[in-house]
C-alpha cells in the first residue's frame, strides 16, 4: 500500500496562475483532508470532505476550491493563487471509526512569486 | 478562539530523561479525540498517541503516554528516555465534529530538542 500520496510534491507559480494539488489514497478510507502548513506554525484545515461526494470547509478555505472525485481522490485547487498562498500543504485522510487517526501524505510545497 | 494551545514554542531535553510537552484544548462537545503527531525535519507527520474523552486510563504507546486531565482540559505529551532521533515538531490535536462531520484541528507545535 502506497497510503496518501500526493502530486507534485515542489510548485512555483506566479501570482494569478491556478493549478490543482492532487491527492489519493488506497486504504479505503472514508474521509479526507487538506492543511497548509506555514513556516513555524502548525497544520490548519483548509477543506475536508467526510464521505464520498461531501465536502466542507475548514478553517482556511478563501482562495480554494476542492473535489471529492471518488472515494480514493480529494483535490485542491488554488483558481488565481495569491503570494499568501505560498506553503506546504497537506493531504490525510481518516477511517470512520471511534480514533479517525490520520494518515498524511508527504505534502506539496508551493511557492507562489 | 484557540482551540489547542501549545504554550512553549522550543524545549530542550537531555539525551535519556524524560520530557512533557504541554497541550490545553478548549471545546464543548462532551466526545472528543485528543492526539499527538510527531514532524521531524523530513517534513512528514507521524502519529504517536491517542486519548479518547471517554478513556478512564491515560494512553501509553511505548515511550510516549498522555498525560490526560480532563477537569483541567489538558492532555500533555510525555516522551521517557528520550533519545536524539526525537528531535523534531510535535503537535497536539483534536477531533471534534463540525458541520459536515469529523474534523481535526491541530495546535501551533512545540519544537523538541534533545541534547547529546
Known amino acids: 500500500n502506497a497510503g496518501v500520496t500526493q502530486t507534485p510534491k515542489f510548485q512555483v507559480l506566479k501570482t494569478g496562475q491556478s493549478m490543482t494539488l492532487q491527492c489519493a489514497q488506497d486504504m479505503n478510507h472514508n474521509s479526507m483532508y487538506w492543511y497548509r502548513q506555514d513556516p513555524g506554525m502548525g497544520l490548519r484545515l483548509i477543506y475536508y470532505?467526510?464521505?464520498?461526494?461531501?465536502?466542507d470547509k475548514g478553517e482556511v478555505p478563501n482562495g480554494y476550491n476542492v473535489s471529492r472525485l471518488n472515494k480514493r481522490e480529494f483535490s485542491l485547487r488554488l483558481e488565481s493563487a495569491a503570494p499568501s498562498q505560498t506553503s506546504v500543504y497537506f493531504c490525510a485522510s481518516s477511517e470512520k471509526e471511534s480514533r479517525e487517526t490520520q494518515y498524511f501524505g508527504p505534502g506539496t510545497r508551493l511557492l507562489v512569486l | 478562539a484557540q482551540k489547542i494551545t501549545q504554550t512553549q514554542p522550543g524545549m530542550f531535553v537531555q539525551e535519556k530523561e524524560a520530557v512533557t510537552l504541554d497541550c490545553t484544548y478548549d471545546t464543548s462537545d462532551p466526545s472528543y479525540g485528543l492526539f499527538w503527531y510527531k514532524q521531524p525535519s523530513s517534513g512528514e507527520m507521524i502519529f504517536l498517541i491517542y486519548?479518547?474523552?471517554?478513556?478512564?486510563q491515560n494512553a501509553t504507546e511505548g515511550r510516549y503516554s498522555l498525560n490526560f486531565q480532563k477537569a483541567r482540559k489538558s492532555a500533555n505529551l510525555v516522551i521517557s528516555a528520550s533519545q536524539l532521533g526525537d528531535s523534531a515538531m510535535y503537535f497536539c490535536?483534536?477531533?471534534?465534529?463540525?458541520?459536515?462531520?469529523?474534523?481535526?484541528?491541530f495546535g501551533a507545535g512545540t519544537r523538541l530538542f534533545v541534547k547529546a
Open positions: 486519548q479518547g474523552s471517554y478513556d478512564q
Open positions: 470532505s467526510a464521505s464520498e461526494g461531501t465536502t
Open positions: 490535536a483534536m477531533r471534534e465534529e463540525g458541520t459536515g462531520g469529523f474534523k481535526t484541528i
